[in-house]
C-alpha cells in the first residue's frame, strides 16, 4: 500500500472516531452542607482543634510517638502512597518514547539444492553465513488525543487519595490512642474513688464494732457496714480486667510491649480541665477530612479514566526506527557499508467494533457515577460524624457538671450523718443508707469526667484531625 493509501485510511478511521458520540456528561456537583451545626457552640471560641487532644499527658506524647515511628497500619498506608506514584510515573513515562538496544549473532546454513544444481560458471553460492548486528531501537506513539495524557491524570489523582487515606490512617490511630490514655487516667480515677468508698466502709464498720462491744448497737451494724465494704472490694476487682484490656489495646496501636505501655502509662497524669470545643462550619469538613478528600481524589480519577476511555475511539499513531550495524564478518561491523536504519510511521484505529469501546464507555461512566455518590455518602456521613460530637460534648459537659455536683452532695450528707451518729442524733440505718448512696458517685462523676474527654478525641476526628504533622 502506497503512502497516498495509508493517508486515506487514517483519514477515514480518524472522521469515523471523531463522529462518534462523545463520552456521556456526568454532573458532579459539590454536596450542598448547611450552613451551620446544631449543636456546636453559639460563641467563636477560637480555640484550636488540637487542643482537643490530651497532650498534656506524658502518656500520651509518648505512645503517639511510639505508634508514628513504628505502627505496621501507618508503613501500609505509606507502602500504598508509594504504589500509586509509581504507577503515575509509569503513566507518565508512557507518553514518552521507548528506545531501545540489541545485539546479536545469527549463523545460517542453506542447501545448496535449493537454488539448482547447475550454476552459471563463475557463480558460487556460499551455503553457511554468519551475520553479526547491533541496533538502537525507538518507538513513539504520539498522544494527539490526550488518552494517555488523561490515564496521567487518573493517576496523579490516585495519589492524592491514598495519601489521604494514609492521613485518615493516622488520624484513626492517634484518635484511639487519645481514647485509650483517657480510658486508663479514668480507671485510675475510680480506683481512687473506689478505694475512698471502701476506707469509708470500713471505718464505720469499725466503728459499729466499737458500738456493738459497748452494748450499745446490735451486731447486725456491723455485719451491714461490712458488707457495704466487700460491695466496694469486688468492684475494684472488676477493674483489673479493664485494665488489661486497655493495655492490650495499647500494645496493638503502639507497636510496643505490655512493658513498655505500662512504663508509659506511668508518666503522666489525668488533667481535670475540659479543653473548650472550637466552632466550625461544615463546609470546612470537605477541605479537612481525609476521608472526604480521598473520595473527591477518586472521583477525579474516575473522571480521567473516562476521558481516556473515550479516547480509545480515535487512532492511534506511532513512530518507529532503528539504526545499526549489520555484517557478515566481525572485522566488517564497524564499515561504512555496515550501516543500516529503517524508519516507520503507523496509524491504528477501530473501524467496526460492533459496540465494544461503547460498553467499556458506558462502564467506566457506571464507575464515575459510583464514585461520585460515594464522595456524596462520604461528605454527609462526616456531617453527620461531627453533628454527633459536637452534640456528644455538649450533652457529656452537663453530665459531668451534674455528677460532679451529686457526688459532692452525697458525700456531704454522708458526712453529715455520720457526724449526727456519733453524737447519737441518728440511727444506724440513716448513716449506712447515706453511706450506700454516697457510694459509687465518685466513680461515676470519674466516668462522666471521661465520657467528656473522650467526646472531645471524637470530635477531633470528626472534624478531621487538623493540628498534626
Same mark, same amino acid.
Not at 456528644?392 to 456531704?412: G, I, P
Not at 440513716?430 to 462522666?448: I, M, Y
Given at each position: ?13 480518524? *472522521? ?11 454532573? *458532579?456537583?459539590? &454536596? ?75 549463523? *545460517?546454513?542453506?542447501? &545448496? ?35 494517555? #495524557? ?19 490512617? #493516622? ?5 484511639? $490512642? ?44 456491723? !455485719? ?26 495499647? !500494645? ?29 462550619? &461544615?463546609?470546612? /469538613? ?25 479516547? #480509545?475511539?480515535?487512532?492511534? $499513531? ?11 564478518? $566481525? ?11 529503517? /524508519? ?5 484505529? &477501530? ?5 465494544? $469501546? ?10 464515575? #457515577? ?100
Amino acid at each position: 500500500m502506497n503512502a497516498r493509501a495509508i493517508l486515506i485510511a487514517g483519514s477515514v478511521m480518524m *472522521t469515523g472516531a471523531c463522529a462518534s458520540a462523545p463520552a456521556p456528561d456526568i454532573a *458532579t456537583p459539590v &454536596p450542598v452542607l448547611p450552613a451551620s451545626y446544631v449543636f456546636a457552640p453559639e460563641a467563636d471560641t477560637n480555640a484550636a482543634l488540637v487542643s482537643l487532644l490530651p497532650f498534656e499527658d506524658a502518656a500520651f506524647d509518648r505512645l503517639a510517638a511510639q505508634a508514628l515511628a513504628s505502627s505496621p497500619s501507618l508503613a501500609e498506608a505509606a507502602a500504598r502512597v508509594e504504589q500509586a506514584r509509581a504507577g503515575a510515573a509509569r503513566a507518565g513515562a508512557e507518553r514518552l518514547p521507548t528506545i531501545g538496544a540489541d545485539g546479536s549473532v545469527t549463523g *545460517t546454513r542453506t542447501n &545448496p539444492g535449493a537454488f539448482g544444481a547447475n550454476l552459471p560458471p563463475g557463480v558460487a553460492f556460499d551455503s553457511e553465513r554468519v551475520a553479526y548486528a547491533a541496533n538502537v531501537t525507538a518507538r513513539w506513539d504520539l498522544d494527539l488525543f490526550g488518552r494517555l #495524557k488523561a490515564q496521567e491524570r487518573a493517576a496523579i489523582a490516585r495519589i492524592d487519595a491514598a495519601d489521604a487515606s494514609a492521613r485518615a490512617v #493516622k488520624i484513626a490511630l492517634l484518635a484511639e $490512642i487519645a481514647a485509650s490514655v483517657i480510658d486508663w487516667r479514668t480507671l485510675q480515677a475510680r480506683e481512687a474513688a473506689l478505694r475512698d468508698d471502701l476506707a469509708s466502709a470500713e471505718a464505720l464498720a469499725r466503728l459499729a464494732g466499737v458500738r456493738e462491744r459497748a452494748g450499745i448497737a446490735p451486731g447486725f451494724d456491723r !455485719v451491714r457496714a461490712e458488707g457495704s465494704a466487700s460491695s466496694s472490694l469486688s468492684r475494684l476487682a472488676a477493674l483489673e480486667s479493664e485494665r488489661a484490656r486497655i493495655i492490650g489495646r495499647l !500494645v496493638t496501636l503502639a507497636a510496643q510491649g505490655g512493658a513498655s505501655v505500662r512504663s508509659a502509662l506511668a508518666q503522666g497524669q489525668a488533667g481535670q480541665e475540659l479543653p473548650v470545643a472550637p466552632r466550625t462550619l &461544615p463546609s470546612a /469538613l470537605l477541605l479537612n477530612r481525609p476521608d472526604v478528600l480521598a473520595a473527591a481524589a477518586t472521583l477525579a480519577a474516575e473522571d480521567a479514566e473516562l476521558a481516556a476511555t473515550a479516547r #480509545k475511539r480515535f487512532p492511534v $499513531i506511532s513512530l518507529s526506527g532503528a539504526i545499526g550495524l549489520l555484517a557478515f564478518g $566481525i572485522g566488517d561491523l564497524f564499515n561504512d557499508e555496515s550501516l543500516v536504519g529503517s /524508519l516507520a510511521a503507523g496509524i491504528a484505529g &477501530p473501524l467496526l467494533d460492533f459496540g465494544r $469501546i461503547q460498553a467499556e464507555i458506558d462502564g467506566v461512566a457506571a464507575e464515575k #457515577k459510583a464514585a461520585f455518590e460515594a464522595y456524596r455518602g462520604t461528605a454527609y456521613t462526616a456531617l453527620g460524624e461531627a453533628e454527633t460530637a459536637y452534640g456528644l460534648v455538649a450533652s457529656a459537659d452537663n453530665e459531668a457538671q451534674t455528677a460532679f455536683a451529686e457526688a459532692e452532695s452525697l458525700r456531704r450528707a454522708a458526712r453529715l450523718a455520720n457526724t449526727r451518729y456519733k453524737s447519737g442524733l441518728a440511727d444506724f440505718l440513716t448513716v449506712l443508707e447515706a453511706r450506700r448512696a454516697a457510694d459509687s458517685s465518685g466513680e461515676r462523676a470519674a466516668l462522666a469526667l471521661g465520657r467528656a474527654k473522650r467526646a472531645r478525641v471524637l470530635l477531633w476526628q470528626a472534624l478531621g484531625g487538623s493540628g498534626i504533622s
